[in-house]
């Protein structure tokens, strides 16, 4: 038994490795989707080393006469599937405002969230990068801004790389 579980680790292990993607130091773009609406975010990711990048997106989402303005940070793991495609996976968290406008009802206020992601991208020869992820934000104290606490966001990006 305990062969075979070093055994698996061990395969885990060179799975990871042998993955592994060099990617790109900066990539600056967009980030377009929602669940329930529309938004846009303005996205970038730093690499970190050659497996793994930190992202940042700062968006606005309108949506059931919600507007909220939201910043998200995301700590993300790479794997190369094929050529320039890739797969990623992340955790990561984010904070943001929100306003309620409906028939008279003006409501507002403050969201804390944490967040998860996973998706799939394409690098192309030339520096531009098309994404499609999914994000699940969990809220915190925000019965006024979701009715269950939970966002599952979904988005396509378009980044511009550089170094």
């Known amino acids: 038994m305990k062969k075979l579980i070093l055994s698996a680790f061990m395969l885990t292990g060179i ?19 929602d669940s329930d609406g529309f938004g846009g975010e303005v996205s970038y990711q730093r690499g970190l080393k050659s497996n793994n990048r930190l992202e940042l997106d700062l968006g606005w989402r309108n949506s059931n006469n919600v507007d909220a303005l939201k ?4 700590y ?3 794997w190369n599937i094929d050529g320039g495609f890739n797969w990623y996976a992340g955790v990561g968290g984010g904070v943001g405002t929100w306003s309620y406008d409906y028939k008279g ?20 020869d ?6 499609l992820d999914m994000r ?17 966001d979904i988005a396509l990006g378009i980044r511009y790389k550089f170094n």
């Open 15 to 33: 799975a990871f490795s042998t993955q592994a993607q060099d990617i790109s130091k900066n990539a600056l773009g967009l980030r377009l989707g």
């Open 71 to 74: 910043i998200a940070g995301l």
């Open 76 to 78: 993300q793991w790479v």
């Open 105 to 124: 009802i003006d409501d507002n206020g403050t969201i804390l969230f944490a967040a998860g992601g996973i998706g799939i991208e394409y690098n192309f």
């Open 126 to 131: 030339f520096p531009l990068q098309l994404s």
């Open 136 to 152: 699940p934000e969990l809220y915190f104290d925000s019965d006024s801004y979701r009715d269950d606490s939970f966002g599952p």
